[in-house]
């Protein structure tokens, strides 16, 4: 069974500009999750998708959106980038009552912004 | 508001020893904890869950203790390796209850285990 795969593994972008990170869930897992995390902080919760459709956020603004796609892979999209934006963006997919098993996480995209 | 701290941001042990390291939680009543181990540059890998109603949950050299009263948990890695060598963090269940894939994290504690 394969992972999390997220893409690109590194970015760089000049504030103000819009980024787009990509997410491939594991096998079987319907639920994706987006997690930012700042240097020597934990993950903190962006949003979760699950049947494509947006099921909680957390405490972030209206310029950080995603996507859900039938196969379950995802997007997160960030509009008007700030430097503060400057982070790992972690993707964690999980099946419905996966909580039992833990979350996958995929190894995350490092986002520089300048 | 909701908050979880982790002992201490960094723990250094001699190998052989048992690492022990502290979850604390307020403003939860969470129906599980969970612990995952990170290395440098990679995503946050599952350890081990512990739901409400157990004590003490086993795998291997790890053991987990979950609190309900005190609201914490503790995680200990006996015999410790210099390859358990990682930050390990604690997660709970945003906004209690399930709350499936919402996880609030702690900041993590860097184990270093010294040969």
């Known amino acids: 069974e394969t992972g999390v795969t997220q893409s690109p593994t590194h970015l760089i972008k000049t504030r103000g500009q819009q980024v787009t990170l990509r997410c491939s869930s594991q096998s079987g897992h319907n639920t994706v999750s987006w997690y930012q995390q700042a240097l020597g902080q934990g993950p903190q919760f962006i949003f979760q998708y699950y049947r494509e459709e947006e099921n909680g956020r957390g405490n972030f603004p209206p310029r950080f959106s995603g996507l859900q796609f039938p196969n379950y892979s995802s997007e997160l999209n960030v509009n008007a980038l700030e430097l503060d934006d400057s982070a790992l963006y972690l993707c964690?997919?999980?099946?419905?009552?996966?909580?039992?098993?833990?979350?996958?996480f995929g190894s995350g995209t490092r986002l520089t912004v300048v | 508001s909701q908050k979880i701290e982790q002992n201490s941001e960094a723990l250094n042990i001699q190998e052989g020893k048992t690492a022990t390291l502290t979850c604390n939680y307020t403003?939860?009543?969470?129906?599980?904890l969970q612990w995952y181990r990170q290395d440098p540059g990679r995503g946050p890998v599952f350890l081990l869950l512990i739901r409400e109603n157990e004590k003490e949950k086993r795998k291997e050299r790890l053991k987990v203790t979950f609190d309900t009263t005190l609201k914490q948990s503790l995680f200990h890695i006996t015999a410790s390796q210099p390859a358990d060598s990682a930050t390990y963090l604690c997660a709970l269940p945003q906004g209690g209850g399930t709350s499936y894939g919402k996880l609030t994290f702690g900041q993590g504690t860097i184990l270093t285990v010294h040969p």
């Open positions: 403003n939860y009543s969470p129906a599980y």
């Open positions: 964690a997919s999980s099946r419905t009552g996966g909580y039992n098993y833990g979350y996958t």
